[in-house]
């Protein structure tokens, strides 16, 4: 499957902002979905993901309780809803898919990568 995220931007400490990944292919719906980022100078790093049954999704410790991962798979499209956003959520985010129910927080797992969209928080 093709990935393409976007909707990133510049938002201030307490923003929202909603990314959006755009995948291509007929079997996106059996996919499990993720959300990665990768802050300058520091490794990647898992967000959250979300099974093809969007269930029980997995979060980053980070990131519980202000970021919502969800999928419509009509659209084909996976999202992250960011709230209450804080300068250390800057970073590039990717959005990532693999085969399989387990929405896995280790990179290793995912085969197909989406280009990355830049979100950057002020103070």
């Known amino acids: 499957v093709q990935l393409q995220a976007s909707g990133g931007g510049l938002a201030q400490a307490g923003d929202s902002l909603r990314l959006s990944c755009a995948a291509s292919?007929?079997?996106?719906?059996?996919?499990?979905m993720g959300w990665f980022r990768q802050a300058p100078g520091k490794e990647r790093e898992f967000v959250a993901a979300?099974?093809?049954?969007?269930?029980?999704?997995n979060y980053a410790e980070a990131v519980k309780g202000r970021f919502i991962i969800s999928r419509d798979n009509a659209k084909n499209t996976v999202y992250l809803q960011m709230n209450s956003v804080k300068p250390e959520d800057t970073a590039v985010y990717f959005c990532?898919?693999?085969?399989?129910?387990?929405?896995?927080?280790?990179?290793?797992?995912?085969?197909?990568w989406g280009q990355g969209t830049l979100v950057t928080v002020s103070s």
């Open positions: 979300v099974s093809w049954s969007d269930i029980s999704p």
């Open positions: 990532a898919g693999k085969v399989g129910a387990l929405p896995e927080s280790s990179g290793l797992f995912y085969a197909d």
């Open positions: 292919g007929r079997t996106f719906s059996r996919y499990t």
